[in-house]
C-alpha cells in the first residue's frame, strides 16, 4: 500500500471539517517508508514509537485547501496541530507538505525542495559561512522537534550566502513576498514554547526554522 493511499481516510476527514487536525501513532507503512529512506535507523535519538503521523489542513500558493503531513515527536503532535490550524487561519501559505513530498522516492519529490517538514535522523547542518555537512551533534529534526517552514522563501543563510539559489531574493528580509515567515507565523509557534532560527544573534539565520529549544 503506497503512503497517499494509506493516508486516504484522513484526507477525506479533513475536507469534512477542513479546520480539525489529526494525529496517530506511525502506521506500519510509513515506518517501512522512513525505514528505507534512510530517514530513520538504528541509533537515532527517537524511537519509531515515539514518533506520531500529524494530519492538518494548510492553504496552498493556490489559496485553496490542501491535506498536509507531517512526522513529528509525540508530545508535540498536539501543540503543533494548533500552531498549524492558527496558520490556516491566517491563510498563511504553504508549497508542500506531503510524506511523499519529504520521505517519497527522490525522483517523485518537488523539483523545487520548498517542502515543509519536521522529522529526519540526521546531524545539525552547519551555517554557510562554515560549510561542510555535519556537525557532529543531533538536529532537532531527529528528535522530531523541528519543523522547516517553505524552505525556498525562508532560506538558512549565513555571511550573505545560502545553499539554495532558489533562495536568493529571499535573503532580504526588508521586503515580505507570499510565503515569508511573518510575525504572526512566529508569533503562532511561540504560543507553544518554540523558537525561531530567524531570531539567532549572528550573521547565521536560519529563516525556515522552528524548534522546541530555539536551536
Known amino acids: 500500500m503506497g503512503v497517499l493511499a494509506l493516508l486516504a481516510l484522513p484526507a477525506v476527514l479533513l475536507a469534512l471539517a477542513p479546520v480539525q487536525s489529526s494525529v496517530r501513532p506511525l502506521p506500519n507503512p510509513v515506518r517501512a ?10 541509533g537515532c535519538p527517537v524511537p519509531l514509537s515515539g514518533l506520531r503521523l500529524l494530519a492538518v489542513p494548510y492553504r496552498g500558493f493556490d489559496g485553496r485547501t490542501h ?7 509525540a508530545a508535540a503532535a498536539r501543540p503543533l496541530s494548533r500552531v498549524f490550524q492558527e496558520l490556516y487561519r491566517l491563510r498563511f501559505p504553504i508549497r508542500h507538505m506531503r510524506l511523499a513530498d519529504a520521505y517519497g522516492p527522490r525522483r517523485g519529490r518537488p523539483r523545487d525542495g520548498d517542502i515543509t517538514a519536521s522529522f529526519e535522523c540526521r546531524q545539525a547542518v552547519p551555517s554557510p559561512c562554515v560549510g561542510g555537512r555535519g556537525t557532529g551533534t543531533w538536529s532537532m529534526h531527529a528528535f522530531g522537534l523541528a519543523v522547516d517552514v517553505n524552505p525556498v522563501e525562508n532560506p538558512y543563510v549565513g555571511c550573505g550566502q545560502s545553499r539554495d539559489p532558489l533562495a536568493r531574493r529571499y535573503r ?11 510575525r504572526r507565523v512566529v508569533a503562532a509557534f511561540a504560543r507553544i514554547g518554540w523558537g525561531w532560527g530567524g531570531a539567532w544573534t549572528g550573521d547565521t539565520k536560519d529563516y525556515m526554522h522552528f524548534s522546541s529549544t530555539g536551536h
Open 33 to 42: 517508508q522512513l525505514k528505507a529512506g534512510g530517514f530513520w535507523h538504528r
Open 67 to 73: 491535506h498536509g503531513q507531517l512526522i513529528v515527536d
Open 172 to 182: 532580504d528580509r526588508s521586503r515580505h513576498r507570499q510565503g515569508m515567515v511573518s
